[in-house]
């Protein structure tokens, strides 16, 4: 007798288990309300066409593609949904009686809103894309939630001008803060933001007060790029089949100049530490930017060309690198007993000292205690003087203030 396939209700729980567990590896806890509003929405009504099982494993559903292939729309993946909305309930100590405006619309995470803020809250839901946002309200309508409101519209400008929200919470990865999210927030209110920066990717949780943003918390993640008038395109450079470098910020770097340099040959350093499993690499690499910012960029590689020995980074979807004057260095690491070392792998004429520069630098970083990024977000007319202590990047609508705080 086969058995009988396990109910939504049961593969919900299980789902919201695992991720109270995954939570708990991490060092972070499940908001009480957020697994309570997991276990309450059924997911599978907002991924119509995938088979029961796959709505609850703990990844991204994508929804829409271009005819080229790429990525435009998905359902988040459960555990960064989780985290995210667990920032905003952090950050503002509770959700219910809120009012929400979330950027980006699936219909999933606009649902879980309405369980948190209560009938005396309000959840808006904006998608530029009108399939989407159709898309969004007819399974919010089938899922019960009657009183979400969908709109279509770009929402780098103000979605009702003059209303005020408690929570701006976007769902696609944004390069630069609008003026429209900051204004629209109440005093105190909270944006909660996955922020490109020096081409990598983290959720903020961002306070306002006054005409500046001021982080709460982070978290590393990744999204499908924001649409629209606040579109920024990343321009990049291929060294090899497979390996790339990603230039985000304005970053000036002849293509011609780092033509062929992973055939010379390889030098390296290592910085002889044995650190553990959990370290942060994703805030060494904000420090790496900040700190060698004239010439950090990022390399990535596909599985084949690291396979092939090509390139041997510490993680192939966005590792710490410098360029300059032809010589490129990148980020690397090797497990010793569950624990690791960091190093620099460098090619092309100054590279020994490149990739020991580059070590000096994390070396840097572990004796500063492993220190997290702070962010404040302030308007792009803000004069230097007016500016708090960091390194700043200008981004178009805004200023941001990178700083650390010691771990």
């Avoid at 109270?20 to 590896?25: E, I, K, R, T, V």
């Avoid at 395109?233 to 100049?257: F, N, S, T």
């Avoid at 390889?266 to 900040?290: F, K």
């Avoid at 100054?350 to 990739?355: E, L, M, V």
């Amino acid at each position: 007798m086969s058995a009988k396939p396990a109910s939504s209700e049961v593969l919900r729980n299980a789902m919201v288990d695992r991720l109270a567990a995954d939570h708990a590896a991490k060092g972070l806890t499940l908001h009480p309300e957020v697994e309570a509003a997991m276990r309450a929405v059924p997911r599978e009504l907002y991924v119509p066409g995938v088979p029961l099982e796959e709505a609850y494993e703990n990844t991204a559903v994508i929804t829409k593609r271009l005819p080229s292939g790429e990525n435009v729309s998905s359902v988040s993946a459960p555990f960064l949904i989780a985290e995210m909305l667990g920032q905003a309930m952090g950050a503002l100590g509770g959700l219910k009686g809120r009012h929400v405006l979330e950027i980006g619309s699936g219909g999933y995470n606009a649902s879980l809103l309405a369980e948190l803020v209560g009938t005396a809250g309000s959840v808006t839901t904006v998608d530029i894309d009108p399939e989407v946002a159709d898309r969004a309200a007819a399974c919010l309508k089938a899922a019960g939630y009657h009183d979400v409101t969908v709109v279509c519209a770009d929402a780098e400008h103000p979605i009702e001008p003059g209303r005020g929200y408690d929570l701006i919470i976007v769902t696609a990865g944004a390069w630069d803060v609008p003026p429209a999210w900051r204004e629209q927030l109440t005093e105190g209110g909270v944006l909660v933001v996955p922020l490109r920066t020096f081409g990598t990717t983290r959720s903020w949780a961002l306070r306002r007060v006054g005409d500046r943003l001021v982080s709460h918390s982070h978290r590393q993640c990744g999204f499908v790029p924001v649409q629209g008038a606040g579109a920024h395109q990343i321009r990049c450079i291929d060294l090899a089949e497979g390996v790339h470098l990603r230039l985000d910020e304005g970053e000036q770097i002849d293509a011609d100049a780092v033509k062929g340099v992973l055939e010379q040959p390889r030098r390296e350093a290592w910085a002889g530490l044995s650190l553990p499993p959990a370290t942060r690499l994703h805030d060494l690499s904000l420090w790496h930017a900040t700190h060698l910012r004239e010439h950090a960029v990022v390399l990535t590689a596909q599985e084949e060309a690291i396979a092939s020995g090509i390139v041997a980074p510490s993680w192939q979807h966005g590792t710490s690198a410098t360029v300059h004057n032809g010589t490129l260095a990148y980020r690397t690491l090797r497990w010793t007993d569950r624990r690791f070392d960091l190093g620099a792998y460098a090619h092309g004429p100054d590279a020994q000292a490149a990739a020991e520069r580059m070590v000096e630098n994390m070396r840097a970083w572990v004796e500063a205690g492993c220190p997290t990024p702070a962010l404040e977000v302030l308007p792009a007319c803000t004069p230097d003087g007016d500016l708090p202590d960091g390194t700043v990047l200008d981004k178009r609508h805004s200023r941001l203030v990178v700083s650390f705080i010691p771990g």
